[in-house]
């Protein structure tokens, strides 16, 4: 089975900045096809806020380009979202996602919470 796990998720101000990391790991092997990043706000639906493939492509939010950064260290299975210029609207939890061998697999989550 392959475990996924998140830390970093904090109260911060609006603004401010925020490093959110996620490990993988299992019997997948060293590297997985595609890893990510979603968030849920109370009362609306999961949605994608960054991605990134083995090859360093990366997709973003619309909501979120030009302010998070996502990377990955393929030998540890690691994927990174920083954050920067918080606004109150980014407060979520945000989950890690690893696609792989078909499969998705996600961590319990991390809480961020952008407020004065």
């Known amino acids: 089975q392959v475990q996924v796990r998140e830390s970093g998720g904090e109260l911060v101000q609006p603004g401010g900045s925020l490093r959110l990391s996620c490990v993988a790991s299992?019997?997948?092997?060293?590297?997985?096809?595609?890893m990510g990043w979603y968030r849920q706000a109370p009362g609306k639906q999961r949605e994608l806020v960054a991605s990134?493939?083995?090859?360093?492509?990366?997709n973003y939010a619309d909501s979120v380009n030009g302010r998070f950064t996502i990377s990955r260290e393929n030998a540890k299975n690691l994927v990174a979202l920083q954050m920067n210029s918080l606004k109150p609207e980014d407060t979520a939890v945000y989950y890690c996602n690893v696609f792989t061998g078909g499969m998705d697999y996600w961590g319990k989550g991390t809480l961020v919470t952008v407020s004065s």
């Open positions: 299992g019997t997948s092997g060293p590297w997985f096809t595609l």
């Open positions: 990134i493939d083995t090859s360093g492509n990366t």
